[in-house]
């Protein structure tokens, strides 16, 4: 069983910041790709950052220059640190991440339950 869990979120004001992390627990033998998806009231979930298990990052284009991702290989995590917040990143950051598990032997994606980021003034 793997469980990925968010912390982080909240209510911040425009130009403002707010970090967020997401452990990966359970059987794991290695992850491959970790990610940052979110989805505003009406919208479909999109992704927001994605992280290889060497480093290599991709961003959306809405948050190119303002967020940053990253991930601690050795602990199972992976963060996501945004600045200079918008209105219009308010939306549910869900992590999402390929693991392969010691059971199952071959990559599954899993996603964990989702944090509010409510930027408002």
């Known amino acids: 069983q793997v469980h990925l869990v968010e912390s982080g979120g909240g209510l911040v004001q425009p130009g403002e910041s707010l970090r967020l992390s997401c452990a990966a627990s359970?059987?794991?033998?290695?992850?491959?790709?970790m990610a940052w998806y979110r989805q505003a009231p009406g919208n479909e979930r999109e992704l927001v950052a994605r992280?290889?298990?060497?480093?290599?990052?991709t961003y959306a284009d809405s948050v190119k220059g303002r967020f940053t991702i990253s991930r601690d290989n050795a602990k199972n995590t992976v963060s996501l640190q945004m600045n200079s917040l918008k209105a219009e990143d308010t939306a549910v950051y869900y992590c999402?991440?390929?693991?392969?598990?010691?059971?199952?032997?071959?990559?599954?994606?899993?996603w964990g339950q989702g944090t509010q980021v409510t930027v408002s003034s």
């Open positions: 359970g059987s794991i033998r290695s992850i491959n790709n």
């Open positions: 999402n991440a390929d693991i392969v598990t010691y059971a199952v032997g071959w990559s599954r994606n899993y």
């Open positions: 992280i290889t298990s060497g480093g290599t990052t």
